[in-house]
């Protein structure tokens, strides 16, 4: 289900076929390199990229607030793969199956770009949770 999801959002212009001999490639080099099932470390790299708190911008009066929310489950998962594959898509020089793997390792260990732009959304809803009375 969620890998069928991960090959959904890799496919460009209808290429599915494309996409799954990305996505089972990046999962073979997974299981070459750490010698565990690339399930159990996808699993675990979703779990660490997904983010427990997003914020929102609220009109107030004639003010814009960044009012911090909680993330619901299925745009917890939506999150995650957007990031994952974003990083994944920012490296340069090699097939994209290579950088999808690596980036689903690092996540599986909490580095990686798509860590980083978790930690980077929870520290803006952090420093905004004055606002957080405003959420509707």
């Not at 003010?63 to 911090?68: F, G, L, N, R």
């Given at each position: 289900?969620?890998?069928?999801k991960l090959?959904?959002?890799?496919m ?7 996409a ?57 998962l ?6 994952l ?25 909490n ?7 978790k ?14 009375h405003?959420?509707?």
């Amino acid at each position: 289900m969620v890998v069928a999801k991960l090959i959904n959002y890799i496919m460009r212009r209808g290429k599915k076929v494309m996409a799954m001999k990305i996505v089972y490639g990046a999962f073979d080099i997974i299981k070459e390199k750490t010698k565990k099932e690339p399930l159990e470390i996808f699993e675990k790299a979703l779990a660490n990229a997904s983010p427990l708190l997003e914020i929102k911008p609220k009109r107030v009066g004639g003010a814009t607030y960044q009012v911090p929310r909680e993330v619901r489950g299925d745009r917890k998962l939506a999150l995650a793969l957007r990031w994952l594959i974003t990083a994944a898509k920012s490296k340069k020089g090699r097939p994209m199956k290579e950088k999808l793997a690596e980036e689903i390792m690092l996540a599986s260990t909490n580095e990686g770009a798509a860590i980083k732009k978790k930690e980077d959304v929870h520290r803006m809803a952090e420093a905004n949770r004055a606002f957080a009375h405003f959420a509707w």
